[in-house]
């Protein structure tokens, strides 16, 4: 980088053809430090030390060849100066740093056509890289998780945080998360019924947190075994090993077979998956086969008052997180929308299904299972327009030197990306 002497306010280069700059004084912030005097000792305590306004003046002067020109140059260089808030950028050798500056005064002397100026900026505190330093985050999966950085600059800086829930369980009651910084005693805490692709901003400069929140729709909460059929297994309530609610719908199958499954045909609801950008979620607990093996999970899909004809379905081998489907355990199995159906019948009516069916599908037809579960399952679409979000505590700031920020939840399962930058502030 070369070195140069230059300042520019609200896009106007103040050293060019048509300007030339003759001096920058940065100043100093103002303080204000809280302190008592001791009342049976010397001595005080300063309980607080607060940055007030910087004085930044700017003096220069306007090149021009006749009186006409010089008038046209200094309307635009006032034209420049309206207006509160605006950016200015310091060139000094070789550090750049930018200022939020209001004008305060503008005085200029003319002679012929030769003008000097003075320009007195009241500014914010601190000056900042006009690039941001990418923070050093990931995948979050685990609370807590910290992540440590070395933030440069000579005060503490604010940082921007992005976070995309990619899956968080669980996903129907409400749970928070923190972010933390405990060298400043600083934490924010978000505290939502958080889908899967929710998407959270946390703008520290301007205090503000932003979601782009993922629509869930309820497919069926599975709190009663009304609508519910099963060709392969008997179906019943089972109010004791549910996720959420006052029941889940259990399946014995009898007798062995290629699949165990749960329908809800002809409906009188109907369903609408012709979103390619949905995701179907399903919690289906899988019980140790007391013959044979499991394959994979199904849903199937269909437009008429069975699924024999004009219906689709997916085939599932993996959980959510990609890992092998487990029995004797609770699995939350993803049908991703835009993804091809593994198989299609007929001409199906994606924008109003009347039949499905969730079936656990064995590697053989000699599968015997007994106790299978089904609970809480639900369409989510991620969202592209952005929400005000509520928040508790305060903005963590990014100390200087060796920084660390710890995530912590009160989920049982997450993964979830976190990305960030800042901007290095000095005094």
Not at 57 to 84: F, N, P, Q, R, Y
Not at 179 to 191: F, H, V
Request: hydrophobic letters at 35%; charged letters at 15%; proline letters at 3%.
């Amino acid at each position: 980088m070369s070195a140069s002497y230059d300042a520019i306010y609200n896009g106007l280069i103040l050293s060019s053809s048509d300007y030339h700059l003759e001096k920058i004084d940065l100043g100093s912030p103002s303080t204000k430090v809280n302190k008592y005097e001791l009342a049976r000792a010397d001595g005080q305590i300063v309980t607080n030390q607060n940055y007030g306004e910087r004085k930044i003046i700017i003096t220069g002067s306007i090149k021009c060849k006749d009186l006409d020109e010089m008038h046209l140059k200094l309307d635009a260089l006032k034209a420049k100066l309206v207006g509160i808030d605006a950016n200015l950028d310091i060139f000094l050798g070789t550090k750049n740093r930018r200022y939020i500056a209001t004008v305060a005064s503008f005085e200029y002397q003319t002679n012929g056509y030769f003008c000097t100026y003075t320009i007195n900026f009241s500014a914010n505190s601190f000056g900042k890289d006009m690039d941001a330093t990418t923070l050093a985050f990931g995948n979050y999966t685990s609370s807590s998780t910290t992540y440590t950085n070395t933030i440069v600059g000579s005060y503490k800086s604010k940082p921007y945080i992005e976070l995309a829930v990619n899956e968080a369980l669980p996903f129907w009651e409400a749970k928070y998360l923190q972010i933390n910084n405990a060298a400043l005693n600083q934490r924010i805490r978000l505290t939502k019924t958080w889908g899967w692709y929710d998407r959270v901003i946390i703008d520290g400069d301007n205090k503000t947190v932003s979601i782009y929140p993922t629509g869930i729709t309820l497919i069926d909460d599975c709190d009663a075994t009304t609508g519910w059929t099963s060709t392969t297994a008997t179906l019943s309530l089972n109010t004791t090993s549910k996720l959420q609610g006052t029941g889940c719908i259990k399946a014995v199958q009898s007798p062995a077979g290629s699949f165990c499954g749960f329908g809800r045909i002809n409906y009188a609801t109907t369903i609408d998956l012709t979103s390619s950008a949905g995701h179907i979620i399903i919690p289906i607990f899988i019980p140790t086969p007391s013959a044979g093996a499991v394959s994979n999970i199904r849903f199937t899909a269909g437009s008429d008052a069975t699924t024999g004809t004009n219906s689709l379905y997916w085939n599932v081998s993996t959980q959510f997180d990609g890992t092998a489907l487990a029995t004797n355990a609770w699995n939350y199995v993803r049908v991703s929308l835009n993804l091809p159906a593994t198989s299609t019948t007929g001409v199906p009516q994606r924008a109003s299904i009347k039949s499905l069916t969730v079936s656990i599908q064995g590697t053989s037809a000699a599968m015997q299972l007994n106790g299978a579960l089904l609970d809480y399952f639900v369409i989510m679409k991620a969202s592209i327009v952005p929400q005000a979000f509520d928040y508790e505590g305060q903005f963590p700031d990014l100390n200087t030197g060796s920084c660390s920020l710890v995530f912590s939840d009160e989920f049982t399962d997450r993964t979830i990306l976190a990305t960030g930058n800042y901007y290095k502030r000095y005094i």
